[in-house]
């Protein structure tokens, strides 16, 4: 789970890469805060969590470091990173309790889903891994579910391996490639190729695009945690 998964872009992202050897790797420190903005609310930095024994809807911690959790309440601000991304290989690792819910924001504003989908039969673009919907006066729309359940049980740790196409813009600023999730992986399995989204998706945390961005991790939707969190720039950012 440790090892980010191997994964082949189509022509026109292997076109912007570069030699492995060249690629920045970034991790967002769980040690500290110094990987995140200036507005963190109650995230803060633990050793460990598990379930709480009296309660599986939430977790108990330990100190130390390596880990990084929504406050003990499992509710607070949303987390943006201060290192902004274009294209990127991303590495993420989380945990939800039971019945938790939370997210991983691509440029704050493309969402793929954190949800205990454990034992879900029926998938939709709001289970865990799925890519969520937009919204707009009609309601939501242009939500992807995912094309499996790859979930675990709550309470234990789980992986995303997501390569990310930014979208495009012209010397004018008009924008001429939709933001492309070239590849998902939810635990070791593929469960989104090649799906566009034609712009930020439900609960994003800017309504505009651009070619770089923060990544986001949801803090306001109940308890989660996360590790590992690694970006590989692809191309130029």
């Not at 903005?37 to 330990?62: H, I, L, M, P, Q």
């Not at 969520?132 to 309601?139: C, F, L, V």
Request: with cysteine; net charge positive.
């Amino acid at each position: 789970m440790k090892t980010m998964a191997t994964v082949v872009l189509f022509a026109g992202l292997a076109a912007a890469s570069v030699s492995a050897a060249e690629k920045p790797i970034v991790k967002l420190s769980a040690d500290d805060m110094s990987a995140w903005g200036k507005n963190v609310g109650a995230w803060k930095v633990v050793g460990s969590v598990k379930v709480d024994e009296k309660n599986e809807k939430r977790f108990t911690s330990t100190a130390g470091k390596g880990v990084l959790i929504n406050g003990d309440a499992g509710r607070t601000r949303n987390l943006h990173s201060a290192r902004q991304h274009g294209d990127v290989q991303a590495h993420i690792e989380f945990m939800v309790p039971k019945g938790s819910n939370s997210g991983v924001y691509f440029q704050g504003r493309y969402e793929i889903q954190i949800l205990d989908s454990w034992g879900q039969k029926k998938l939709k673009h709001g289970d865990c891994g799925g890519i969520y919907q937009r919204w707009g006066k009609q309601g939501g729309f242009e939500g992807h579910a995912p094309k499996l359940n790859a979930s675990r049980p709550p309470g234990q740790w789980q992986s995303f391996d997501v390569t990310f196409r930014a979208p495009r813009f012209d010397k004018d600023g008009k924008k001429t490639a939709n933001a492309v999730f070239v590849k998902v992986i939810h635990n070791g399995k593929v469960v989104h190729e090649n799906v566009e989204v034609t712009g930020p998706t439900r609960a994003a945390s800017f309504n505009d695009e651009k070619p770089l961005g923060p990544l986001m991790l949801q803090g306001d939707h109940g308890p989660v945690v996360y590790r590992n969190l690694r970006l590989t720039a692809l191309g130029q950012q």
